[in-house]
């Protein structure tokens, strides 16, 4: 067998870009050959190489690191990413020979960003890859592989419910709703809205293959808008949210269609920055006719104890677990969360695409409809009541439409 090999050179080098270098290093046939970043290029590259998944080199700009890789993966900010990729395209006209491009979610901040991301690549007749982790995780991919037989027979699915959530961001960025894009709804909705869409998808049939019909949401803020939060952010994210609020809470429903049978079936998602448990929590489950699956990665076969006198010493709480809040008692630890929560195997999937000169599996074309699907619930919850995805006077207004959370008008629905 041939072997397939594939260097990447990635745009941004904070939280994501060390964990995809993480995952990088599990799959044979990666190498993370550049790094490009306004800060970090250096230690992810000093990283890469103790892990030995490469010796990239910093490069200054997006157009020159183009000339030295197969693959560019935008892992940079939400608000950056159309002049990035712009930049790359422009590279590819101007001769770099890339394989294709990866793109971290959310695809864009709205249906328009994420269009212009598309249209971007198919003018440079690029190959992409939408990073959606969750619907790369093991234990979804099991589940589905296990109870294939039982669904053949029975039936697929007809309600999952999706969930991620912990205590809020890393960085001030995401926090701002005009950079991000909105809250928690548009920094994790786009997860669990993949997520739920995915597993309900009956065994065999492509990832758009269920057609959704309408989406009904709330969004709110619990939390971060109480005085004593309130404070707190504004000291340590540099972000008001008495004057510029984010939601931290969200939850909906989708309404999916069956084109062959006409059956309907339900996606229910929850996000929230206001998860007061040990962590990072991504919550799966799903009902079928006569069977069910449920994921909790907050279930591990490892758990540490670290009593108060040893945990006075502790200065980082995250080494146990993404977003960890605890550094003390009995604490949950997953040892690879980079292959738990599916980034290993996006990167697998994107090295075989590419090397074959095909879409990832997860093109662009689907992080747009997942952006049409954030929106449009963004949409629901403002205007309060359902949006239905079969009117074309909807789907005509989703293109332009921008949230009044991102439009940094957030106080007029969430205080
Ligand atoms: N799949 C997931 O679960 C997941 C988790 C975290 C973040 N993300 C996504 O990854 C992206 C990055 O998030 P992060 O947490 O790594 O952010 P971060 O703030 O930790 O890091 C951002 C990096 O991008 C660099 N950067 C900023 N502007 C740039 C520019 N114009 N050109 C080049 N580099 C630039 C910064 O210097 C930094 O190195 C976001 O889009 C986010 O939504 C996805």
Not at 250 to 276: C, D, H, L, R, Y
Request: aromatic content about 8%; hydrophobic content about 45%; proline content about 4%.
């Amino acid at each position: 067998m041939q072997s397939r090999l594939l260097k990447i050179g990635c745009v941004g080098a904070g939280f994501v870009a060390r964990f995809q270098t993480t995952a990088m290093k599990q799959v044979r046939g990666i190498e993370l050959a550049g790094v490009t970043a306004l800060q970090g290029a250096a230690e992810l590259a000093a990283y890469a190489g103790r892990i030995g998944v490469g010796n990239p080199d910093v490069f200054h700009t997006v157009a020159e690191m183009a000339k030295h890789v197969d693959c560019i993966a935008i892992f940079a900010p939400n608000y950056v990413r159309v002049p990035i990729m712009e930049e790359i395209a422009a590279a590819v006209r101007a001769g770099a020979e890339l394989k294709g491009v990866v793109c971290e979610k959310p695809l864009g901040r709205n249906v328009a960003e994420a269009r212009r991301l598309v249209d971007l690549a198919g003018s440079a007749d690029l190959r992409t890859a939408y990073f959606e982790n969750q619907i790369f995780m093991k234990p979804i991919r099991s589940q589905l592989a296990q109870l294939e037989p039982v669904q053949m027979k029975m039936g697929p699915l007809s309600l999952v419910r999706s969930a991620e959530e912990h205590g809020g961001p890393h960085e001030g960025w995401f926090w701002d709703p005009v950079r991000q894009g909105g809250g928690v709804l548009c920094d994790m909705g786009c997860h669990s809205i993949a997520v739920g869409w995915y597993a309900l998808t009956p065994a065999g049939k492509g990832i758009s293959f269920l057609q959704p019909l309408s989406v009904n949401a709330e969004i709110a803020l619990l939390k971060w808008g109480q005085q004593f939060w309130r404070d707190k952010l504004l000291r340590e994210r540099g972000v008001d949210y008495g004057e510029t609020p984010a939601e931290d809470f969200a939850t909906g429903m989708i309404t999916f269609v069956n084109p062959e049978t006409g059956q309907k079936v339900k996606a229910q998602f929850t996000n929230s920055w206001m998860f007061e448990k040990q962590g990072l929590r991504l919550f799966m489950d799903g009902m079928g006719p006569g069977y069910a699956f449920e994921v909790n990665t907050l279930i591990s076969p490892l758990s540490v104890f670290i009593g108060d006198v040893a945990a006075e010493k502790l200065k980082d709480a995250e080494s146990a677990l993404e977003k960890a809040t605890a550094s003390r008692g009995l604490l949950a630890v997953q040892y690879n969360e980079a292959d738990l929560y599916g980034y290993t195997d996006e990167n697998a999937d994107a090295l075989q695409a590419f090397t074959e000169g095909k879409h990832g599996m997860l093109p662009w074309s689907y992080g747009l409809e997942i952006t049409k699907l954030v929106m449009a619930a963004y949409m629901s919850a403002e205007r309060k009541r359902a949006i239905d995805l079969t009117d074309p006077l909807v789907r005509q207004e989703l293109e332009t439409y921008t949230p009044l959370v991102q439009q940094g008008r957030g106080s007029e629905i969430l205080l």
